[in-house]
């Protein structure tokens, strides 16, 4: 009952969660903490006291002259997560490189694991997540900024971001080294499972019928998949910033409004 309850909390979380719920031997539960309650325990008592400034003091103040929001940053923001998706998809789509040597080569290659070993795998997941963390995050600085620039309200809610982030971020950080370590699993299983098909079928005299190193194919989709969820996980701050931006202004008095 216990594990099923874990498995239904996985299949109805993020697409993040979902994935490595299924790659992995991690169980996942549903945390029985609101939301409020598991921020408490994550925020530092400097970081509740900044918050709670920014929510609770005077809004501050809007330098006039401000740029507005438009399409040039809406196809900045599109850009910068075409430019990740489109490096994650290159740097796990098997190279031509890795395509080389005879049938035999490549079998032993597979079976053995002197190739590709997961350090490698684990290296190139590590370079992707930090490519992320530095475009993600000054995208965000831009953003934030161009928000503090626009109304009192706006720009509370900046220094609400600025925040939080500040707070969150090494929690996040933590959490997301560690994806590459629990993959490090399924990379296993996928090599052995090959190798034992691969002597079933030598045993039964149809070597031809495996297609050897076909689990390398089938890892790197899969973690292809894996950081296309992690990128969605990171972006939703900027998503977050950019409802806010296209929010309109009225054209009077310069407060928000829901249409104009």
């Not at 993040?16 to 992995?24: G, K, P, S």
């Not at 709670?52 to 740029?67: C, D, F, I, Y």
């Not at 509370?156 to 993959?183: C, F, I, Y």
């Not at 090599?191 to 089938?218: F, H, P, T």
């Amino acid at each position: 009952m216990v594990q099923a309850s874990q498995r239904t909390a996985a299949s109805s979380g993020p697409a993040l969660i979902r994935l490595l719920a299924r790659l992995t031997d991690v169980e996942v539960a549903e945390s029985s903490q609101s939301l409020s309650d598991r921020l408490s325990q994550w925020l530092g008592w400097t970081d509740a006291i900044g918050l709670s400034t920014a929510l609770s003091g005077n809004p501050p103040v809007v330098a006039p002259g401000a740029r507005a929001f438009g399409s040039a940053e809406e196809s900045e923001c599109a850009r910068v997560r075409a430019s990740l998706t489109s490096t994650i998809i290159r740097e796990t789509t098997l190279s031509a490189t890795n395509r080389r040597g005879s049938p035999r080569e490549r079998a032993q290659a597979a079976s053995t694991g002197t190739v590709l070993d997961y350090a490698v795998f684990r290296q190139q997941y590590q370079s992707i997540q930090q490519t992320m963390e530095t475009d993600i995050g000054n995208l965000r600085g831009r953003l934030r900024a161009m928000l503090a620039a626009r109304t009192p309200a706006m720009a509370r809610l900046a220094v609400v971001d600025a925040v939080m982030e500040r707070a969150l971020s090494p929690r996040e950080r933590n959490l997301l080294t560690a994806v590459p370590g629990m993959l490090a699993g399924h990379f296993d299983r996928l090599r052995l499972a090959e190798q034992a098909s691969l002597a079933d079928a030598e045993a039964a005299g149809e070597a031809s019928a495996v297609k050897a190193g076909a689990w390398q194919n089938v890892f790197r989709k899969d973690m292809q998949s894996v950081l296309l969820a992690e990128l969605e996980v990171r972006f939703q701050p900027v998503e977050g910033l950019l409802a806010a931006l296209r929010t309109p202004l009225h054209p009077v008095t310069g407060t928000l409004c829901p249409s104009i």
